[in-house]
C-alpha cells in the first residue's frame, strides 16, 4: 500500500521538514473495504448549510467502528515517527468517537479533544468528514511537525490527521491556522470530485501530484492555471514532490506573492498556506491579493471565513515569513 504524506512545520513555517512525498509503507494495514468506504461516503453532508450530518444508529455506528479496528486503522505505528503518541479517534460522519487507542490506556487527552474543536468550530460537515482518523503525539527530540495528514488506504479516502499536542497547546493560533493548512490537502485530493487517483502522470492532461491527476474543475488545478506559470511547474519533480528549497527560496525571492519560501515549494503548499491566511484574515503582502480574492469565488471557503470572523477569530498572529526582495 502506498501512504501519501504531507507535513506541515510549526515555528517560522520554514521548509527543512519533509512537505509532501510518498512513502512505501514496510508493515501495511490491509486497505479499507469499499463497502466501509461507500458507507463513510453516504454520510457526507450536502451543502455548506446542512449542518453535522445526520446521527448513525448506535449499532451501526459500532459496526463501522469494528470494521475500521479490524482493518488495522487504528496503529500507533502509522503515527510514532513524530513521537509518542498519546490518543487516536475515529471520525465518523465529522463526528470524533471514543478512543480506539490511549496510553494511558481509556484516558482522552484534552488537548487533542481541544485541537479538533478549533478546527471543527469553523469549518463545515462536508470537509472536516474526510477526515476518518485523528492522533495525537507528543513530539520527539528534534522533531517539529507540528500536524500532517496521511491518506492510509490506496484509493485516498481514509486520511489520518497527526497533532502535535504540546506545541498546539503552546500556541493554539499556530495551530489553528496549521490545521486549516493540513484540513486542505484533505478537501483539496477528494476522490473523484478533486483527484482522480491511481493513474500515471503520461495520462494526465492537468497537474499529477504523485497520488492522481487533478480533475478539471478541482480547485487546485484552477489555481494552478492562474497563479503557477510553466516554467514554474516544469521545475518541480516529475513524482509530484515539492521543488527543492534552493529553488523555493528563489521564487520567494523573485516574487512577493507568496506566504513564504514554503508555499513557494509547491502548488499544494501555496494554496493551503494561502487559505489558512484568507479564513483567518491574516495581515499579507499586498501582493498576495489576487490569490486570496480567489477564495470568495467558492461559497464553501466563504462559509469557514465567516465562521471565523463571528467567532472573533481573525487577524490573529502568524509567522509567515513573506517573499519578495
Not at 18 to 24: F, H, M, Q, R
Not at 144 to 160: G, H, I, N, P, Y
Not at 177 to 187: A, D
Not at 199 to 211: L, P, Q, R, W
Amino acid at each position: 500500500m502506498t501512504r501519501v504524506t504531507i507535513r506541515r512545520t510549526g515555528g517560522s513555517r520554514s521548509t527543512t521538514a519533509l512537505l509532501v512525498g510518498v512513502l512505501l509503507l514496510s508493515s501495511c494495514a490491509p486497505a479499507m473495504g469499499t463497502d466501509v468506504v461507500a458507507r463513510r461516503s453516504d454520510r457526507i453532508a450536502t451543502s455548506v448549510d446542512a449542518g453535522p450530518a445526520p446521527d448513525l444508529a448506535a449499532d451501526e455506528t459500532a459496526e463501522l467502528l469494528d470494521e475500521l479496528a479490524a482493518a488495522g486503522l487504528c496503529d500507533p505505528v502509522d503515527v510514532e515517527d513524530e513521537g509518542t503518541v498519546t490518543a487516536m479517534h475515529f471520525v465518523v460522519g465529522g463526528r470524533l468517537q471514543a478512543p480506539c487507542y490511549s496510553d494511558p490506556e481509556g484516558v482522552e487527552d484534552q488537548r487533542l479533544l481541544d485541537a479538533w474543536a478549533a478546527l471543527t468550530e469553523t469549518t463545515p460537515a462536508e470537509l472536516v468528514d474526510d477526515i476518518s482518523l485523528l492522533a495525537g503525539y507528543e513530539a520527539c527530540s528534534g522533531c517539529d511537525t507540528l500536524a500532517f495528514v496521511v491518506a492510509l488506504d490506496t484509493e485516498a479516502s481514509f486520511f489520518l490527521l497527526g497533532v502535535d499536542v504540546v506545541a498546539g497547546a503552546a500556541d493554539p493560533d499556530e495551530l489553528r491556522l496549521t490545521m486549516m493548512h493540513e484540513l486542505t490537502h484533505v478537501f483539496a485530493q477528494e476522490p473523484g470530485a478533486q483527484l482522480v487517483v491511481q493513474t500515471v502522470a503520461d495520462e494526465c492532461d492537468t497537474f499529477h501530484n504523485g497520488a492522481g491527476c487533478l480533475t478539471d474543475d478541482s480547485y487546485l488545478w484552477a489555481w494552478i492555471q492562474e497563479f503557477w506559470p510553466d516554467e514554474a511547474l516544469e521545475g518541480l519533480p516529475a513524482d509530484g514532490s515539492p521543488n527543492d528549497l534552493e529553488d523555493a527560496e528563489q521564487r520567494c525571492r523573485d516574487d512577493a506573492g507568496y506566504t513564504g519560501a514554503y508555499a513557494a515549494v509547491h502548488p499544494e503548499e501555496d494554496f493551503a498556506e494561502t487559505f489558512s491566511a484568507y479564513v483567518y484574515e491574516v495581515e499579507t503582502d499586498p501582493a498576495l491579493a489576487d490569490k486570496l480574492a480567489f477564495f470568495d469565488r467558492y461559497p464553501e471557503f466563504v462559509a469557514i471565513r465567516e465562521h471565523a470572523r463571528a467567532l472573533g477569530l481573525t487577524g490573529i498572529e502568524a509567522a509567515f515569513e513573506g517573499c519578495g526582495a
